[in-house]
């Protein structure tokens, strides 16, 4: 399968069940009790960008990274007039081997860990330890924690320890854990979730319940000064 041409094909088609239509609670709770980190930001796997403007401020640029050039197209007009415009940027290139000219102070993980097969997981916190300055914060979006799920994906299972076993050997420190006590409540949508592994067909479409209470948890990491 070809992740990248997945992701494209489900922008192009609007076929995106993950698409929140807004910021993620949690980010917009961090942002309105004034509790995230000032500096350089990174949302890997953006989207639509919704958390991506919600951060952005005076004090905090965000870039916003996808794959997908449609959805990075359509975020830089759809949010080109908002007042803190100048705050914010959209990019589309592959967070694997993008090589930004400043590194970041904050990265928000948005469950895009899930989105890779296990193998694949050395490797993000590879690009996390590499991308992520001295002493910046990791923020993780710990999905999906539930045992009924399947191996296939897609998201992909998660587990706080996967995230340990490959963040603490590069110098990352746990700072905080908690369960996600903002998580999207259950709601309907109308699409097909198996875009990535078949191409769209409108006939697919199905109306199911999504939840996500109970099956998230919120990480913070922050990683190691080098003496």
Partial sequence: MDNAG????????????????????????LSDTCSLPKGRTLVPGCGTGYDVVTMACPD??????DISKTVVEQSSK????????KYFSFLSEDFFTWEPAEKFDLIFDCTFFCTFEPSMRPLWGQRMEKLLKPDGELITLVFPIDERSGGGGPPYKVSVSEYENVLVPLGFEAICIADNQVAVKPHLVNNNMNLL???????????FSINFQGLEKIRIWKKKKTS
């Fill in 6 to 29: 997945g992701w494209e094909k489900s922008w192009e088609a609007g076929a995106t069940p993950w698409d929140l239509g807004g910021p993620t609670p949690i980010i917009l709770h």
């Fill in 60 to 65: 905090r640029y965000v870039v916003g990274l």
């Fill in 78 to 85: 759809r949010f080109s007039s908002l007042p803190n415009a």
């Fill in 197 to 207: 592994d078949k191409p769209y067909d409108q006939e697919d479409n199905v109306t």
